[in-house]
């Protein structure tokens, strides 16, 4: 299982980085397909197969990562219409319809927050952001295996430790510590920063886990060999991205604006 994990993401990170790196439309398809598959796994949890209400949560997060490069003030409509639709578009008797409304904003915000953030500063917001969650996935994992100790929540989540939390938010704030001479920030206060969304990525790890554990299921998928499913990868990621965007929005600017 290990090697596994470290195969697959020794293929997913350079993709990742690259697409990042050059951004613009390549950056915008690779979220958008992200969003698809992520919009496949939500559908299958809810209702145990992907049906006509996944082909729209799919279709608003391709048309969001798109819009919001250039057009960003039709985002939310498209997600507000994509949750009025796939409910109607995909039911069973017995499963709520919140479910499927609550996936168009799980995934929607989140695409189009990476999308919008990528296209303020050439990347550098955005390669932070996926350096501080991948450092607390990482670490995280590695300390709650090497330390043990206290769960965290064990019934959402039984493999979860305060070791691994504190791991990870520990590995955060030094990604903050060192990033911050290239965006011109106070170290402590990026590191503070990074600390916190740490802290929200993994809120956003036991919402997941929590959403399976009611679901009944074990991953979100098997997609990434080692890893489960797109959600299992990005349950992070999804909770972090609309902070950090709404943080651009409040200082109109990427990282370096943040003063």
Known sequence: M?????????????????AVWYGSWGFACLVGLAGVLAAWEWTRLCFGQCGRGGWVLGGMAVLVALLASF???????????????????????????????SGAFYIGLPVAALTWVRGLDQGHTTLWLL???WATDIFAYAAGRLIGGPKLMP???PKKTWAGLLGGVS????????MAPETGLN?????????????LAQGGDLLESWVKRHFGVK???GIIPGHGGVLDRLDGLLAVAPV???FCMFYQGGLAEWR
Do not use: N
């Open 2 to 18: 290990l090697g596994q994990r470290i195969l697959s993401a020794l293929i997913l990170l350079p993709i990742a980085l690259a």
């Open 219 to 221: 991953d979100s998928s």
């Open 71 to 101: 057009a960003s003030a039709l985002v939310l409509p498209v997600v507000f219409l994509a949750a009025f639709l796939a409910p109607l578009a995909q039911q069973e008797e017995g499963r709520s319809p919140v479910w499927m409304v």
């Open 131 to 133: 350096l501080v969650v």
């Open 171 to 178: 590995a955060a704030a030094l990604i903050g510590w060192l």
């Open 187 to 199: 170290a402590s206060i990026l590191a503070l920063i990074s600390a916190g969304l740490a802290v």
């Open 244 to 246: 950090v965007a709404v």
């Open 155 to 157: 019934r959402v989540s």
